[in-house]
């Protein structure tokens, strides 16, 4: 047993120095407010504000939306990858673990060269039809940012998808088409239920992922999109009120351990 303490010294004992004392020193910082003390008032004065209880809900329903966005679209792709033979699918399945390396701001950045104000559609717009400006002026807004969300961590669902359609037995997809069943109720009654599992981990794995997302919303240039992380940047770059941005970040920091928590139950079950 003290050999055992001995050689779990060391690693607790650096998780604890560069993890866990950080952040302390949040937490511990956002009990402080300006006026010195401790005291509770810096969470009641950060959420009770407008600009909080709107990031909180900017934050939760543009994860809430792409999740469900990279749910969908994932189970199409990893379908399509996997039971539809075509040439090139299994290159296009290990590009998406290359996929999964990208940094968040180069998928982000690739959209505004596609659509951005200057970009290629709106160019070609304007070639074709002599306007001052192109059509596509959406990905300084909301729903720019749930695009560029949706294109960057839909591999995130892809992945354990097409790792549980691997194991799946081809002879109940054989059998089931041999019996007439066709290609709707294959994939409702047969592969859906086996793929549940791989869908709810990947899926709470983007959840928090998106939560915490911070490049894809800065890129776009959406100013009028705050989000939680948005709002930290703010508070402690912008305004100086260090004790504010301490709050925000201990609050999502909260709901990220609460999410990942699930992701982590859900990951078991499916094997992944």
């Known amino acids: 047993m003290t050999r055992r303490l001995l050689w779990a010294a060391p690693p607790v004992a650096l998780l604890a120095l560069f993890f866990l004392y950080p952040l302390g020193l949040v937490v511990e910082q956002s009990l402080k407010p300006d006026t010195g003390g401790v005291s509770l008032q810096p969470y009641a004065d950060v959420l009770a504000s407008e600009p909080f209880r709107e990031a909180l809900w900017t934050t939760v329903w543009l994860a809430l939306a792409a999740t469900a966005g990279c749910l969908v679209l994932g189970f199409l792709l990893a379908l399509v990858i996997a039971f539809v033979p075509f040439p090139g699918a299994r290159a296009v399945a290990r590009f998406v673990d290359v996929f999964l390396s990208f940094p968040s701001f180069l998928i982000t950045l690739a959209l505004l060269f596609i659509y951005g104000t200057v970009g290629m559609a709106n160019g070609l717009w304007t070639d074709a039809t002599g306007a001052a400006e192109g059509p596509f002026q959406f990905l300084t807004t909301p729903w720019g940012v749930l695009l560029a969300e949706i294109t960057y961590f839909t591999p995130f669902v892809m992945r354990p998808l097409l790792a549980a359609f691997a194991q ?15 290609a709707p109720r294959i994939v409702r009654r047969i592969i859906l239920p086996e793929a549940l599992p791989a869908l709810a981990a990947g899926g709470s794995l983007v959840l ?25 940047y703010s508070k402690a770059i912008l305004e100086s009120d260090y004790p504010g941005a301490c709050v925000v970040a201990v609050v999502n920091v909260l709901i990220s351990v609460g999410l990942y928590g699930l992701y982590r139950v859900v990951s078991r079950r499916a094997g992944a």
């Open 168 to 182: 799946l037995d081809t002879a109940q997809l054989e059998a089931a088409g041999s019996l007439g069943a066709r």
């Open 208 to 232: 928090v992922l998106c939560l915490n997302e911070f490049g894809i919303v800065l890129f776009t240039g959406a100013k009028g999109v705050t989000t939680l992380p948005t709002l930290v």
